[in-house]
């Protein structure tokens, strides 16, 4: 399936946020937007800024439109709150819980060493970045992972990154398993996602 595989922080500087999650990401540098600069300021409609929330997310996450609108679609058939039901869809990707327990520095490298093979889920390999991780299972790097070179590189780097509470990590063995599902307040706060849904209901 096609995807975008252009510059990741020119979307950075598009939408004014740092989505590619890298620690060198060009918007600290350059806060403005891509392209020339405007003459004066636009007014942005209502629909407009929701449109810009969705695709802050949806870019964040690496996940083409088709796929998102049915990630959308199942959020909104599901009891309780729309918005949070489709963050939590998108924090169980098999590659974002690998970013998010530290096993690798973006979700794209995360999405990169799920595609290659180096990730396990219950100890059987797995390879589809957009697979649901369950409560409860434990996410790990094949064994083929760990004897890699950057398997011994994440061994020393994974001791100085922070893992979200619903995520129970062990360092040593380079596991982590799905303690609890991720809620509000568990993926970055320049999310809105009350505007995608709004974008999607009109």
């Known amino acids: 399936m096609a995807r975008y595989i252009g510059p990741k922080c020119r979307k950075c500087r598009r939408y004014g946020a740092s989505l590619c999650g890298s620690a060198k990401c060009a918007i600290i540098r350059r806060p403005t937007p891509p392209g020339p600069r405007a003459v004066r300021r636009r007014k942005i409609s209502d629909h407009g800024q929701q449109l810009i929330e969705k695709q802050k997310v949806r870019f964040a996450y690496g996940v083409l439109e088709t796929q998102f609108r049915r990630y959308y679609?199942?959020?909104?058939?599901?009891?309780?709150?729309?918005?949070?039901?489709?963050?939590?869809?998108?924090?169980e990707r098999l590659d974002n819980v690998v970013y998010r327990a530290g096993f690798g520095r973006t979700?794209?490298?995360?999405?990169?060493?799920?595609?290659?093979g180096?990730?396990?889920?219950?100890?059987?390999?797995?390879s589809i970045p957009s697979a649901r991780v369950r409560l409860g299972q434990e996410i790990s790097l094949t064994e083929r992972g760990k004897?890699?070179?950057?398997?011994k590189i994440l061994a020393e780097e994974i001791r100085s990154r922070?893992?979200?509470?619903?995520l129970e990590i062990d360092r040593a063995a380079l596991k982590a398993r799905?303690?609890?599902?991720?809620?509000?307040?568990?993926?970055?706060?320049?999310?809105?996602?009350?505007?995608?849904?709004?974008?999607?209901s009109r």
């Open 118 to 126: 180096l990730i396990a889920v219950d100890g059987k390999k797995l």
């Open 147 to 151: 004897r890699s070179e950057y398997g």
């Open 178 to 200: 799905m303690a609890s599902e991720p809620g509000p307040g568990d993926w970055e706060p320049h999310f809105n996602p009350n505007a995608v849904v709004e974008y999607y």
């Open 107 to 116: 979700r794209a490298q995360s999405r990169q060493l799920v595609n290659h």
């Open 73 to 91: 679609e199942r959020a909104a058939s599901r009891p309780g709150v729309t918005g949070n039901n489709l963050m939590q869809q998108l924090e």
């Open 162 to 166: 922070d893992v979200p509470g619903w």
